[in-house]
């Protein structure tokens, strides 16, 4: 998995409680992503960084948050937590630049009740 | 908007015979794309990739056709093994704004033995 974790790997929580979950890399990569994948769709990106402390937001990016302070560190936030967002969650990693393939983390599954 | 989505969601190929799976896009400024590899429970794995100025790109047992007349990619799988069972993802990125990419829905790949 190109030297990504993500944690937990599988969460179970409940309606309006808040979520985090964190990705960790060890590339040094300058690019992170967080994609949720649901069944029928592609996956769909929430927010990415391009750096430290410098985040975007995606095409589905409502209800979350993110942030980067450390190279390494992307943690994605549900503030409080709908069952639509019961997912799996992928981040990702890139060098950046043009012509860079993601790398991708083994995933997190999350369920809301 | 723009998308890029594959012909058929499901695909049964015998093993040891040769497997194609499509992908149409639509974005022309597309000029790189990718194809990635999902297995159950695990994160997409990146296969091979192709840039725009390319009309063919061979790896291992797989190869990558770009038709740019008619906006079309497709992979090739040779002598499939039963290990090429997961399902299929392209993506595309234009090199403005190359940092995101934008996926299909993805073709399951069946192998029979």
């Known amino acids: 998995d190109a030297g990504i974790t993500q944690s937990p790997r599988h969460k179970v929580t409940e309606t309006g409680t808040p979520v985090t979950l964190r990705c960790h890399q060890t590339e040094n990569h300058r690019y992170m992503y967080w994609y949720r994948q649901d069944p029928g769709h592609g996956l769909r990106l929430i927010h990415y960084?391009?750096?430290?402390?410098?985040?975007d937001k995606g095409e589905v990016s409502d209800g979350y948050s993110v942030s980067r302070s450390k190279t390494e560190d992307f943690l994605l936030t549900l503030e409080s937590a709908t069952s639509s967002q019961t997912s799996v969650y992928f981040c990702a990693i890139s060098r950046g630049g043009s012509y860079n393939e993601q790398f991708f983390g083994p995933g997190t599954r999350l369920t809301v009740l | 908007g723009e998308s890029v989505g594959l012909h058929l969601p499901t695909l049964s190929v015998q093993e040891g015979d040769n497997s194609i799976i499509n992908c149409a896009y639509s974005n022309s400024a597309s000029d790189y794309f990718i194809w990635y590899k999902q297995e159950s429970g695990k994160g997409p794995q990146f296969i091979i990739d192709?840039?725009?100025?390319?009309d063919k790109r061979q790896g291992q047992r797989v190869t990558v056709l770009l038709n740019k007349t008619v906006k079309h990619l497709s992979l090739q799988i040779a002598a499939t093994q039963p290990g090429d069972s997961a399902v299929y993802f392209c993506a595309d990125a234009s090199n403005f704004g190359n940092e995101k990419l934008t996926f299909g829905t993805g073709t399951r790949l069946t192998i029979i033995p």
């Open positions: 960084s391009y750096g430290v402390k410098d985040t």
């Open positions: 192709i840039r725009s100025n390319m």
